[in-house]
């Protein structure tokens, strides 16, 4: 059983900034990667950025330069700041984890999301 839990998100105006956190419990042995997804309102899931426990990162072009992923591996951890917000970022933010069941098996565990709403 493993448990994903964000937080962080909220109201902001354009150009402002928020640090969303996302923090996995449970029966893990091992964490492969990490990643944020957002979702707005009538569209698809999208990959925001994501980070493996080695420390490579990847980000969407839209989002790059303006956020930054980064994560605590001994907290089970990951971070994504964001920066310069601009209204189309508005979504609720999603945090999955890829790793391994201590016990054997892997998992990919997602938590409830967090809304990021950016306007004036």
């Known amino acids: 059983q493993v448990q994903v839990v964000e937080s962080g998100g909220g109201l902001v105006q354009p150009g402002g900034s928020l640090r969303l956190s996302c923090a996995a419990s449970g029966s893990i042995a091992t964490i492969y990667a990490m990643g944020w997804y957002r979702q707005a309102t009538g569209m698809q899931r999208e990959l925001v950025a994501s980070?493996?426990?080695?420390?490579?990162?990847n980000y969407a072009d839209s989002v790059k330069g303006r956020f930054t992923i980064s994560s605590d591996n001994a907290k089970n951890t990951v971070y994504l700041q964001v920066n310069s917000l601009k209204p189309e970022d508005t979504a609720v933010y999603s945090c999955?984890?890829?790793?391994?069941?201590?016990?054997?098996?892997?998992?990919?565990?997602w938590g409830q999301g967090t809304q990021v709403t950016v306007s004036s």
């Open positions: 999955n984890v890829y790793g391994r069941f201590v016990g054997g098996g892997t998992f990919s565990s």
């Open positions: 980070i493996t426990s080695g420390g490579a990162t």
